[in-house]
Nanobody
Framework: QVDLVESGGGLVQAGGSLRLSCAASGSILHIVAMGWYRQAPGKQRELVATATSGGSTNYADFVKGRFTISRDNAKNTVYLQMNNLKPEDTAVYYC??????????????WGKGTLVTVSS
C-alpha cells in the first residue's frame, strides 16, 4: 500500500505564486522519480515536471523559467514552486511517483490531485 498526498493548491491571481507538496508513504523500498502532471478541463493529463532520486529534473516547455521542482529524498516528498502563474495554468495537479515496493517490483502511483485556479 502506497499513498501520495498532495497539498498547496488554491486560488491565486495571475502573476502570483503557489507551492505544491506531495508526500509518499507506505511500503516504499526505493523511489526512482517523483513528478507533477496536470489536467485542465476538457484536456488530457500532461507532464509538468519530474525529478529523479539522483537529482535530474525535466520540465515541460510551458513551465520552464517559472516552475521549479525539488525533492526531499529523506522525507519522500516532492515540491513544485510555481511562480508567475498564468490563467492557462489552471488545472488539477497530480503527484506521481515511480517506485519499488520490493526488489524487482515497481509501479507508478498517483495522488488524488489538488486544484490550482489562476484568475486573470
Amino acid at each position: 500500500q502506497v499513498d501520495l498526498v498532495e497539498s498547496g493548491g488554491g486560488l491565486v491571481q495571475a502573476g502570483g505564486s503557489l507551492r505544491l507538496s506531495c508526500a509518499a508513504s507506505g511500503s516504499i523500498l526505493h523511489i526512482v522519480a517523483m513528478g507533477w502532471y496536470r489536467q485542465a478541463p476538457g484536456k488530457q493529463r500532461e507532464l509538468v515536471a519530474t525529478a529523479t532520486s539522483g537529482g535530474s529534473t525535466n520540465y515541460a516547455d510551458f513551465v520552464k523559467g517559472r516552475f521549479t521542482i525539488s525533492r526531499d529524498n529523506a522525507k519522500n516528498t516532492v515540491y513544485l514552486q510555481m511562480n508567475n502563474l498564468k490563467p492557462e495554468d489552471t488545472a488539477v495537479y497530480y503527484c506521481n511517483a515511480r517506485l519499488y515496493t520490493a526488489p524487482g517490483v515497481w509501479d507508478d502511483y498517483w495522488g488524488k490531485g489538488t486544484l490550482v485556479t489562476v484568475s486573470s
